[in-house]
T-cell receptor, first 116, second 113 residues
Framework: DVKVTQSSRYLVKRTGEKVFLECVQD?????MFWYRQDPGLGLRLIYF???????EKGDIPEGYSVSREKKERFSLILESASTNQTSMYLC???????????????FGQGTRLTVV | AQSVTQLDSHVSVSEGTPVLLRCNYS??????LFWYVQHPNKGLQLLLK??????LVKGINGFEAEFKKSETSFHLTKPSAHMSDAAEYFC???????????FGSGTRLSIRP
């Protein structure tokens, strides 16, 4: 079974703190994604990575950055946390063209981040 | 570019009656399309996927969806709703190669006893 593991289920941080959310997948997938989920808005793509050290902005990248130094790990960084970044954050991974581009994304359990 | 629109934010049906959750997509390429389900306080689970084989796709728990290119639609159906189907459902589109996976805004399905 594919496993996507997010380092924390719940996190409480203060405004202005630098926050790191970690995600690890064990299926050698090339693609990894970070989404945030808010009621009524579905899942919105923050960033995705299609290879080590490669990244592309999603629909809402402002206030976030990412790091992919190893294939299995994709980190989301909130440079200076703000209250409007309180949300559920979901990491996903999937295979890409050489591996079968039409496969689905596999998701972690999510990190519920509260910024106070 | 690709996008997906779920036409209903909330659908309520009686137990035992049919379910229809509507989804329209836009894609520059021949897309892959998916439906995911999320039960309260649970993770996302894949219900079914279309990947350019048969246009009628069968998924888990009795759900199915039909890909209609002329209508750019991928509606999700189930003949008879069960109380356990109450959840949020997401329609998802993916374009070519190493591309973004885009989610719709979700449809909350409620089942009346």
């Amino acid at each position: 079974d594919v496993k996507v593991t997010q380092s924390s289920r719940y996190l409480v941080k203060r405004t202005g703190e630098k926050v790191f959310l970690e995600c690890v997948q064990d299926m050698d997938h090339e693609n990894m994604f970070w989404y945030r989920q808010d009621p009524g808005l579905g899942l919105r793509l923050i960033y995705f990575s299609y290879d080590v050290k490669m990244k592309e902005k999603g629909d809402i990248p402002e206030g976030y950055s990412v790091s992919r130094e190893k294939k299995e790990r994709f980190s989301l960084i909130l440079e200076s946390a703000s209250t409007n970044q309180t949300s559920m954050y979901l990491c996903a991974s999937s295979s890409t063209l050489r591996q079968g581009w039409n496969t689905e994304a596999f998701f972690g359990q999510g990190t519920r981040l509260t910024v106070v | 570019a690709q996008s997906v629109t779920q036409l209903d934010s909330h659908v309520s049906v009686s137990e035992g009656t049919p379910v229809l959750l509507r989804c329209n997509y836009s894609s520059s390429y021949s897309p892959s399309l998916f439906w995911y389900v999320q039960h309260p306080n649970k993770g996302l689970q894949l219900l079914l996927k279309y990947t350019s084989a048969a246009t009628l796709v069968k998924g888990i728990n009795g759900f199915e969806a039909e890909f209609k290119k002329s209508e750019t639609s991928f509606h999700l159906t189930k003949p008879s709703a069960h109380m356990s189907d109450a959840a949020e459902y997401f329609c998802v589109v993916r374009g070519s190669s190493a591309s973004k996976i885009i989610f719709g805004s979700g449809t909350r399905l409620s089942i009346r006893p």
